[in-house]
DNA sequence: TCTGGGGTCCTAGGACCC
DNA sequence: TCTGGGGTCCTAGGACCC
């Protein structure tokens, strides 16, 4: 029985390409965009590329290289992004009911046809109606496992001949193209293990597929064996269809400026414990357990200190106030002075939906789920959706000058997601 | 001065029980 | 006082992804 092709599709320089396309006069210009609080550099053009400007190098450190080579800087956009993404998502499940959104910028596909010929025509209407209908540019990459999609869809970028399409489902092409292939580049293969396998010899993705199943096993357990087998040809990693449900909720940011006091760090982490039980509420979930991190600044040379501690709940809640409250005794706990925090988080754990949950004996003794708090909850979250987020919080987050609140000074519009300034041309 | 944030999964080791 | 093995559950830490 032949094998249905695994189809990767993946969004060129996703985020620079979602602001080109509101903003056309970027296009063959060197853009980049940076990570939240405008730490390093998380997407290029192909310009920028070109200028020696890296992966993930620190902003910072490049502020003047931008400038002296008029480099245009966005800080991320992530409502713009998301956005995008689903629209993106939107055209290519016009192609098959089988697909997987597997990253803001990445999707499976599966097709079952056997014909190359019009596996070609698939891939390259694939393209073209991407592009067309979303402006977003992406290649494709096609074979009979995800990990090989993941190579063809590398060599659909990188090969100048490619038109942006590549199949890899010929033995020795794909022998030859994984002994080229650096291990550290193979999908679910990191920079530990690559490090790790390099000091052992195994240098290229082909000389890891020359190992026995035991022996990966035992290097790298069976998350390694998988990614082996996939590169053997042999699907090991299915598709996913449906999202799971989530299993955690995390919010956490970076300061603006170094924490010192006890004070702004329960400002910011009141901030962020809304916003995880906004997502939770939105998903319809509860949670059944809070954890609290905080950190100094890994990096840098002041005394380092970090610490995480949960707190379960008597039954699981989405219930801001009480969240809220679990999440501020455990900072209060772990707070230290003298130490110049970096950062603090919140996740919320052991979710569960919010309906079909089995109702226990405690859920008739605790009040915090009671009837009342539900529509206080729907009201909030109605409000902060139509006016925008923030536009009612609760006022342990604040109501002075946000000293901790990260660095956005690039900050493109809203373009997709704020009504009144949709561009006709994307109204649906 | 300034180096992201949000996820998932696996494993080893300890606690506990029989 | 001496003495065993096996199972389960939980957690911390490590690895990966984008």
Not at 82 to 95: I, K, P, T
Not at 113 to 142: D, E, M, Y
Not at 211 to 228: M, S
């Amino acid at each position: 029985m032949e094998h249905p092709f695994y189809v990767m599709v993946d969004c060129n320089n996703f985020y620079v390409s979602c602001e080109r396309a509101f903003n056309p006069a970027l296009e063959r210009r060197p853009v980049v965009v940076l990570s939240n609080n405008d730490g390093c550099i998380i997407a290029r053009s192909e310009e920028a590329k070109a200028l020696g400007i890296g992966m993930a190098e620190p902003a910072f450190k490049r502020r003047a290289f931008f400038l002296s080579n008029d480099v245009t800087v966005f800080s991320s956009n992530y409502a713009l992004y998301g956005d995008m993404s689903s629209r993106v998502h939107g055209v290519l499940s016009r192609f098959t009911p089988e697909i997987e959104h597997y990253s803001i910028d990445e999707c499976f596909l599966l097709l079952h046809t056997k014909n190359r010929k019009r596996l070609f025509s698939l891939a390259h209407q694939i393209r073209q109606q991407v592009r067309q209908w979303t402006g977003i540019p992406v290649c494709v990459g096609i074979a009979h496992t995800k990990t090989l999609a993941k190579v063809a869809n590398r060599l659909a970028k990188k090969r100048p001949n490619s038109g942006g399409v590549w199949i890899l489902d010929d033995p020795t092409q794909i022998e030859q193209e994984l002994a080229i292939l650096e291990i550290e580049d193979v999908w679910g293969i990191g920079r530990r293990n690559s490090k790790k396998m390099h000091a052992m010899g195994v240098k290229s993705a082909l000389d890891l597929t020359q190992r026995t199943h035991e022996w990966i096993r035992k290097k790298l357990t069976v998350c390694g064996l998988r990614t082996v087998m996939e590169l053997q040809g042999i699907p090991a990693i299915p598709m996913e269809e449906e999202p799971p449900t989530a299993k955690s909720i995390t919010c956490s940011r970076s300061f603006g400026v170094r924490i010192t006091n006890l004070s702004e760090l329960q400002e910011a982490l009141s901030c962020y414990v809304q916003r995880a039980t906004e997502k939770l509420r939105s998903r319809k979930l509860q949670a059944g357990a809070v954890q609290v991190f905080i950190t100094t600044a890994r990096l840098s040379d002041d005394p380092q200190y970090s610490n995480i501690g949960t707190l379960p709940l008597q039954t699981p809640s989405s219930y801001t106030p009480e969240l809220q409250a679990k999440a501020q005794t455990i900072l209060k706990d772990l707070f230290r002075s003298g130490f110049r925090y970096q950062k603090v988080g919140v996740l919320l754990l052991e979710l569960v939906p919010e309906n079909g949950r089995q109702l226990t004996f405690n859920d008739f003794l605790d009040d915090s789920n009671s009837k009342q708090n539900k529509p206080l909850m729907k009201a909030l979250d109605a409000i902060n959706q139509r006016h925008g987020r923030g536009t009612l919080h609760f006022a342990s987050s604040g109501t002075g000058k946000k000293r901790w609140h990260m660095n956005q000074n690039k900050l493109s519009k809203r373009f997709t997601t704020t009504w009144s300034e949709l561009p006709i041309a994307f109204a649906r």
